[in-house]
């Protein structure tokens, strides 16, 4: 979708485009896809999800590591309390992770890891999850329902990179419906996605785009959007499901990066975990 903005930019395609999240907005933005706009709304927004005057937030989703409840009891283990205890010898061979080359969790969790331990310290935190059989998928789907072992997962790895809004999926759709979430939240080394909407630079319809943007801020299209999309409404005057409340845990402070520094070193940090990763 991004490509496709860029290279159309001079005769656009779309007049609105929504789902570039803060691990890609910083080459959107450089490329000056998007014209200012302020959404009618815009106040009820979190100013902690705000990034640039010509994108509007509309939700955000924090990429957790998720657990496996009844596994860590049988296995007589607590939870990792950090990042760095996922490199301990009780931990080993029970992590799953998603390449981040190739999966948008994947990208967020190694964005965290670089947020939590630095440049000077990162690179040795995934060689020893390395050495502690840390498990790379390709992307999500294949991480959780093939070797998470929670939930609706059929593996055997009992800790994943996934969403806080994984345990309250597994209660919905749960057959039977579990009282409880099977699986919890990490707090621990969470990063927070944040998806935005902006006009596209050139539309020719303005109004009609900016009545797209106003709508998606909205009360009632931020009210839609836990039980569809699986995140979290960024207008703070929503109100969430039941479930939302009731079974996962929203990181009190999760990490975050602006636009510019994860663009600035996206494409070298991947690079770097991939010649990590092949040692």
Do not use: H
Not at 171 to 184: M, S
Not at 250 to 279: F, H, K, L
């Amino acid at each position: 979708m991004l490509n496709q903005a860029i290279l159309t930019k001079d005769n656009p395609i779309a007049d609105v485009i929504f789902g570039i999240d803060n691990t890609f907005l910083g080459r959107a933005l450089a490329e000056n896809i998007f014209q200012p706009y302020t959404a009618e709304g815009a106040d009820g927004i979190a100013d902690d999800l705000q990034a640039d005057e010509t994108v509007t937030p509309v939700d955000f989703g924090d990429v957790c590591l998720n657990y496996d409840k009844a596994a860590m009891a049988a296995l007589g283990l607590a939870p990792p309390e950090s990042l760095s205890d996922l490199t301990l010898p009780a931990y080993a061979g029970l992590l799953v992770v998603e390449d981040p080359g190739t999966s948008s969790p994947g990208l967020a969790f190694l964005l965290a890891t670089i947020d939590e331990f630095g440049e000077d310290g990162w690179e040795q935190f995934w060689a020893d999850l390395k050495a502690n059989d840390v498990l790379i998928s390709t992307d999500w789907e294949a991480a959780y329902y093939g070797e998470f072992s929670g939930g609706a997962g059929q593996g055997d790895r009992p800790i994943v990179v996934s969403y806080a809004s994984s345990p309250p999926a597994e209660v919905i759709f749960g057959d039977p419906r579990p009282a409880e979430a099977p699986t919890a939240v990490v707090e621990a080394g969470c990063f927070r996605q944040i998806e935005y909407a902006g006009i596209v630079t050139g539309t020719t319809i303005p109004d009609a785009a900016s009545q797209l943007i106003d709508f998606m801020v909205g009360i009632e299209f931020q009210e839609d959007i836990p039980l569809n999309m699986f995140v979290f409404p960024a207008n703070t005057n929503a109100a969430l499901p039941q479930e939302f409340v009731d079974f996962t845990t929203i990181p009190a402070a999760p990490a975050t990066m602006t636009a510019a520094a994860i663009d600035q070193g996206r494409e070298r940090w991947i690079r770097t975990w991939t010649e990590v990763m092949a040692r």
